[in-house]
């Protein structure tokens, strides 16, 4: 009973630790209002034509925004990039407060819609995902 009982719970703890998302972030385009970082998990992927990559984004001071109580110190962002196109879509974001609680989470559900929906935001020369983008290309060399 103990040993069905053992596997039991470590069946359980697996299944609760292997859900959660590991992330290795690589800072990238900081200044004094704000602290970005990616996942550098992307530049693991092959060659493909759509990559997905969450962004971190310290707010200094943090952020007002009129639907949340708390302020937004904390904002993690999951884009989609079209790399023939350069375009991108957001999938995700989660908002966190200073003690990095959760405030806010949406999920877009864009990922079955036509690309021209899906990727309707042009990636300007010099932003940070221009710049994400130029470290997957290069990875890719």
Not at 11 to 22: P, S, T, V
Not at 24 to 50: M, P
Not at 82 to 100: Q, R, V
């Amino acid at each position: 009973m103990k040993l069905l009982f053992s596997i039991l719970m470590l069946l359980f703890y697996m299944n609760i630790y292997g859900q959660q998302i590991e992330h290795r972030w690589k800072s990238i385009d900081n200044n004094e209002k704000q602290k970005n970082w990616y996942d550098i998990g992307v530049l693991d992927s092959g060659y493909v034509d759509v990559i997905n990559v969450w962004v971190m984004q310290m707010n200094i001071p943090p952020l007002v925004v009129d639907y949340i109580e708390t302020p937004v110190a904390k904002t993690k962002t999951l884009y989609t990039i079209n790399l023939k196109t350069a375009k991108y879509g957001i999938l995700k974001a989660e908002y966190y407060d200073a003690s990095n609680k959760n405030l806010q989470s949406f999920d877009y559900k864009i990922e079955n819609l036509k690309d021209e929906l899906k990727f309707n935001y042009p990636i300007m020369e010099n932003s940070f995902l221009f710049k994400i983008i130029k470290d997957f290309i290069e990875k890719k060399k």
